[in-house]
C-alpha cells in the first residue's frame, strides 16, 4: 500500500528485497536460538531418562495451574503481535499501538506469575543447592529436576523481558511516526522473535508442568 | 479470510490444544503422556510458525533458514543420544 515511501537503503534494489532481507536475518538469529534452547532440553533428555520417577515426583510440585494460566497468556499476546503485524501494513497507528501495549501487559502478567511461582519454589526449599530438600528419597534426580526448571524458564523468562521491551519500543514508534506503515518491517520482525519465545513456552510448559498424571 | 480472522481461529485451535494436553495429563497412560504431550506441542508450534509466523507466505529462502535450524537441532540430539543410550 505505502511501500513506495518505505527509505531503501542503498544496498538494495527494491523494498521486496529489503523485506526479505530482515525477515531472513530474523530467522537465521532464531535458528539458533534453537540451538541454544535445544541444548537445554537435551540436558533435560538425558537426565530425565537417568531419573524418571525423581522427576514425575518433582513435577507434581510444579504449579498446574499458574503453568496453564501463563501457556494461555503467551498465547493470547502471540495472537495480539500477529494481528499487529497485519495493521501496521495497514497503517493502522491506534489499534495496532494499543495491540502491542496489550502483547506487552501480558508479558507482564506472565513474568509476575512466574515470580510467583519461584517465590513459592524456593519458600518450599526447591531452589537447587545447599538447602534444597525433597521428601521420598529421589532428591538427587529432583534436585536436578529443578536445576532445570530454574535455568529453562528462567533462559525463557529473560526473553520475555527482551521481547516486551522490543515491542515496547515497537509501540513507541509506530505512536510516533507520520506514517506507522514504514514500520511494517520493525514490527514483523519483532513479532517473529516473540511468536519464538511462545513456542519456547509451548514446549516447556508439558515438559515440567505436566510428567506425572494428576489426579 | 483476511488474516486477522485466519490468526482469531489459529487461536482457538491453540487454546483447544491447550485444553487437550492439560486434560491428557490427568489419564495416566504411562509413557504415552509425553509422547502424546510432544505431539501436540509440534501441532501447537506448527500453527504458530505457519500462520502468526506466516511461513506459509515466506520465500523458500526462510523456509531454508527455518528447516535448517531444525536440522542442526536433529544432529545435536541424535548424535548426543547416540552416545548416551548405547553406553554401557
Given at each position: ?51 524418571p520417577?525423581?522427576?514425575a ?154 510428567i506425572s498424571h494428576?489426579? | ?26 489419564v495416566d497412560l504411562g509413557r504415552w503422556n509425553t509422547v502424546i ?52
Open positions: 500500500m505505502s511501500e513506495p515511501t518505505v527509505p531503501l537503503a542503498h544496498q538494495f534494489e527494491e523494498p521486496a528485497q529489503q523485506q526479505e532481507a530482515a525477515t531472513l536475518g530474523m530467522w537465521i538469529f532464531l535458528a539458533t536460538e534453537v540451538l541454544l534452547f535445544g541444548g537445554l532440553f537435551l540436558a533435560y533428555i538425558v537426565y530425565r531418562d537417568q531419573a520417577q525423581a522427576f515426583a518433582a513435577s507434581g510440585k510444579t504449579m498446574l495451574v499458574a503453568g496453564t494460566i501463563n501457556t494461555a497468556v503467551l498465547l493470547v499476546s502471540s495472537y495480539f503481535v500477529a494481528n499487529a503485524v497485519h495493521l501496521t501494513t495497514l497503517g493502522r497507528r491506534k489499534v495496532v499501538v494499543v495491540l502491542l501495549l496489550a502483547a506487552v501487559l501480558l508479558a507482564a502478567v506472565f513474568l509476575v506469575i512466574k515470580g510467583f511461582e519461584y517465590h513459592h519454589k524456593i519458600e518450599e526449599g526447591l531452589f537447587p543447592g545447599m538447602n534444597f530438600h525433597f521428601p521420598g528419597g529421589q532428591a538427587r534426580g529432583a534436585q536436578m529436576f529443578f536445576v532445570l526448571y530454574f535455568t529453562m524458564t528462567g533462559l525463557h523468562a529473560l526473553h520475555v523481558a527482551v521481547g516486551a521491551a522490543i515491542l515496547a519500543v515497537c509501540a513507541g514508534k509506530v505512536l510516533l511516526s507520520p506514517d506507522p506503515a514504514r514500520l511494517a518491517t520493525m514490527v514483523d520482525v519483532s513479532g517473529l522473535y516473540w511468536h519464538f519465545v511462545d513456542i519456547v513456552w509451548v514446549f516447556l510448559f508439558p515438559l515440567f508442568y505436566l494428576r489426579s | 479470510m483476511n488474516p486477522t480472522k485466519q490468526n482469531a481461529w489459529t487461536l482457538l485451535v491453540l487454546f483447544v490444544l491447550l485444553a487437550g494436553t492439560v486434560g491428557v495429563a490427568y504431550a510432544m505431539l501436540i506441542s509440534v501441532m501447537k508450534a506448527a500453527l504458530i510458525v505457519l500462520v502468526f509466523m506466516k511461513l506459509r507466505h515466506s520465500g523458500r529462502l526462510v523456509a531454508l533458514a527455518f528447516f535448517a535450524g531444525l536440522f542442526w537441532l536433529a544432529i545435536l540430539i541424535s548424535l548426543t543420544l547416540g552416545d548416551f543410550f548405547s553406553r554401557s
